[in-house]
């Protein structure tokens, strides 16, 4: 059974930067499409980020030019690095891991505020 988890969210002030992580545990990682997602109440659960081997990574428009998405298949490890982060940025965010079944983190909240 695959488990993910996340670390690495907070407080920051807009402009500033954060850095999330997601380990996998699992017997194979490399074939999964991993991913970020967020969420805030009230709304459907967004695309942040994506990364599939052989394909360039996917991201949100809202978020091209700010935040990095990036895996260590060695250490079952992505990362997602934001920065520039706006208040808009604001939500819970959850790994996701795909190949055939899907699995999720149990989330990791990002606030950026004053």
């Known amino acids: 059974q695959v488990q993910l988890v996340e670390t690495g969210g907070g407080l920051v002030h807009p402009g500033g930067s954060l850095k999330l992580t997601c380990t996998f545990s699992?017997?194979?990682?490399?074939?999964?499409?991993m991913g970020w997602y967020r969420q805030t109440p009230g709304k459907q659960r967004e695309l942040v980020a994506s990364?599939?081997?052989?394909?360039?990574?996917n991201y949100a428009n809202s978020v091209k030019g700010r935040f990095i998405i990036s895996r260590d298949n060695a250490k079952k490890t992505i990362w997602l690095e934001m920065t520039r982060l706006v208040p808009e940025d604001t939500a819970v965010y959850y790994c996701?891991?795909?190949?055939?079944?899907?699995?999720w983190g149990q989330g990791t909240q990002v606030t950026v505020a004053h």
């Open positions: 990364d599939a081997a052989g394909r360039l990574p």
């Open positions: 996701y891991a795909r190949w055939g079944n899907e699995f």
């Open positions: 699992g017997e194979i990682f490399a074939p999964y499409i």
